[in-house]
Every structure is written in C-alpha cells, then in structure tokens.
C-alpha cells in the first residue's frame, strides 16, 4: 500500500469533485473530502484491493454524505443579507426553476450508470478520465455513455438503442 500522503495526493480533487457533484456545496465537499481521508486512514486494513483506491475513496465519500444527508433532513435557512444582484422576477423566476425542473426529470429518467455519469459531468466538473476511475470503468464508456445519455435527452428519450 501506497503511503497515505501519496494517495491523497494523487485522489483527493477526484474525491472533491465527486463531492461537489453531489453537494453542490464547497465548503461542504471539502469537510465530506478531509473526513473520507480520516475515514480511509481508520480503515486502511480493510481495504482489499478489489477495486482502484479512486473508486475505493468515492464510496467512502458516498457514504459519508448519505450519513450527512439522514442528519441534516431539515431545511437551510434563508440568507438574511439581500442578493448582490437584483432578483428574478416570480414569474421569471418561476420559468427557470421549471425549466430545471424539466431537465432534471428528465435525466432522472436515464438508466442508474447514464444518470450517474451526467450527474458528474454536467453538475460534478469531473473528465472522463475521473467518471471511468470513480465508476470502475473506462474514460471512453464514460465518453460513450455521456454522449449516448446526451443524445436521448436531446430527443427526448425517443430512439433508444436498447
């Protein structure tokens, strides 16, 4: 095994980055990150070598956030301070979140390996090098499925190949 620092090194920003995929929050996914590591440090003997420590680290991270998420079920609160920018009106600002709301219905639709690829690529900033590695596969069947999941959302989900 690898020492520690090293790993670290070499897999943190792919940890980070499949973090914020899922946080849509920096500081959140930089805490999530530090406490994979400690995670990983406490756990090193279990580790087995079965898969790539990339994808060893993300399920860690994964879980983590799963813990995260089943203790903070509560709502953020509002910001106090006023926006820097003026806000949309109702009406604009209803369109767009509609707008979202439609996109993301509609990768929802997408086969679990689909949807989870266009979540780290579209909302996560990962490269195909690092969806193969977090995914266990390749940089060109994250490409390929990125592009085929593209192309059904494109046209709605109507030519599917299988």
Same mark, same amino acid.
């Given at each position: 095994?690898?020492?520690?620092? $090293? ?22 996914? $930089? ?12 756990? !090193? ?7 790539? !420590? ?6 860690? *991270? ?10 903070? +079920? ?7 301070? *006023? ?13 767009? +979140? ?22 780290? +690529? ?7 090098? $690092? !969806? ?10 994250? +490409? ?19």
């Amino acid at each position: 095994m690898d020492d520690m620092d $090293e790993i670290y090194r070499q897999h943190a920003k792919t940890v980070y980055k499949f973090l914020l995929s899922r946080t849509h929050d920096p500081g959140l996914a $930089e805490e999530l990150t530090q406490e994979t590591f400690y995670q990983a440090v406490r756990s !090193i003997d279990r580790f087995d070598g079965g898969c790539k !420590i990339s994808v060893w680290l993300c399920q860690i *991270a994964k879980h983590l956030w799963y813990q995260h998420l089943r203790r903070h +079920r509560r709502e953020a609160p509002m910001p106090e301070e *006023a926006p820097e920018f003026p806000a949309p009106s109702a009406e604009e600002g209803l369109l767009e +979140r509609e707008g979202h709301l439609a996109l993301l219905r509609q990768i929802h639709t997408l086969p679990a390996e689909s949807r989870e690829v266009v979540y780290l +690529r579209a909302f996560g900033g990962l490269s195909f090098r $690092e !969806i193969g590695d977090v995914t266990g596969r390749t940089e060109t069947w994250a +490409r390929v499925t990125f592009y085929r999941s593209k192309e059904k959302l494109r046209n709605g989900g109507i030519g599917d190949e299988k």
